[in-house]
């Protein structure tokens, strides 16, 4: 997979899925404390435009945000908020909404700004909204790694499948990381992700010449815990940092630290 | 001890100083009938007038449906649901066929009669919850909430078809001009142009009437009495790609995690 800059310093991972609600904002942040408990700086990123969740999830009140500095009223530093979870946060602010037409202009305005993020971090997660939308898409092209979340339901996997069956066409990925979100069983992520592989290599890779490679890295199981931290709006990492969803999510931080964070720093 | 601070306003409101025959006789004469009295209580008078204005603010005046105002922010709305609550959407646009022509040829009223009946067969032909709007002279635009692409199709062409066999009984009675449509080669068509927003779409919704758009020019460029549907074939996953996806479900998922798949790292 190639970088989009090859002077970045910061791996760009790209948290998505293909539905909505499957836990991508509560990982995002999750991910990142987990990440940044390891030594290394983590930004997360809305990069849904504005319609991200992160503000919601990290009780979090910004007065500025990326559509700040858009319009030339802020800077970069101004709108990076420090979390208690160890890493930063970056919002696009409910204005950039407009911006989602995502004309050259605000790609450009997106390329420039995370250029100069890059020297800043060691990873930059980008939290992106459900779906195939054009600001998706673009999110992830900006990606050297794909995390995508789906929940272990008929509706989600077909969602998950769309999205990656996109992913592929579109944008030529060869490999995409599954993260399996309220698991009920050891060994149902992985089941899952075996199936979504099958019927990738039937329908698609033979139809496009490609081979897909899913790679099954991670399983969060269903927790009490998870639901309890959302609603006190706290991190799960910090509040119940033993709970088996918090120490899955330490385990899916050290295999991205080996595999991708720590493997070419 | 500081003195409470009174719940409600001390000053009662004098209809007195307020101008308010303006909206009074507009009121009146579009039959407004939830204006209760002048010697009701003056808030509630008030509130009445405001609300009847609000409400004539939102509908076309020609027809009673809802006009552009009332679709854009209807539209804006719905789209965030459809982004939202995993709820789908068809987004309609119909317009004439050479409304131009008809115009050229027939009297005003003519034409005012035949784009009323055309509002009249197109609320007839949708459900109570969807959205008919007016948005330009021969400019139609439906909203059917909560709709899959099958039945937005079904219903896209009921549009198309009962435009084709309106009746125009009686209005020759109205024209200037005689003879029917039919025999100066002019029959009465239209076409529709649709875009369907799966569940979970998120993108902006002018981009959505974009979709619509490119559709009703093509019904148009392809001879008009069409309807062009944009179903966002991207997404599109078979019901034999389902039925192996969901295979796992009727067996033990943990089960079919025997298989190889590419783990971790």
Redesign the interface.
Known sequence: MTKPNSKAVAKVMAITS????VGKTFLSSNLAAAIAKRGHRVLVMDA?LG?ANLDVVLNLYPKLTLHDVFMGKAQLQECIIKTPGGFDVLLAGSGL??Y??LTSGVRDDFLRIMESLHPLYDVILLDT????????LFAVSLASEVLLVAT?E??S???A??TI??LT??QKRQQIRMIINQTA????G??????????LD??VSKAQGVNI??????DIPSDPSVKMAIMRRQLLMLNTPGCPAALAISQLAL?LD??VISRSA | MPAPVPNTPTRSLDLGQLRLDDAQALLQRVNYTALPEMSAEPTRYLQAVIDGLCQLSQRDPLTGLANRRQFEASLIRENDVV??S?RPAMLLLLTVDHFQGLQHTRSSEWVDEVVRRIAGVMSRSVRPQDLVARCGSDEFAVILTDCNAADGSMVAERLRERVEHLALTGLDAKDMSSGDLSAKGMALTASVGAAFA???????A??WLDRADTQLYQAKARGGNLVCLDLDP?????A???N??????GAD?????A???????
């Open positions: 293909g539905k909505g609600g849904d319609l909404v407009e989602s037409r909204g459900a779906g195939i939308s054009d600001v998706v272990p008929p509706t996997l077909t969602d499948y769309a069956k996109v066409s579109q069983r050891l060994g149902d992985r089941a899952i992700t075996v199936q979504l592989q099958q019927v039937r329908f490679k899913l790679v099954h890295t991670g295999k080996e595999a | 982004a939202r995993g799966p569940e979970w779409t998120r993108c902006p002018s981009a991207l997404v599109a996953v078979s034999e790609e389902k192996m996806l969901f295979a796992a479900f998922l943990a089960a079919a995690g298989h190889t798949v590419e783990d971790s790292l």
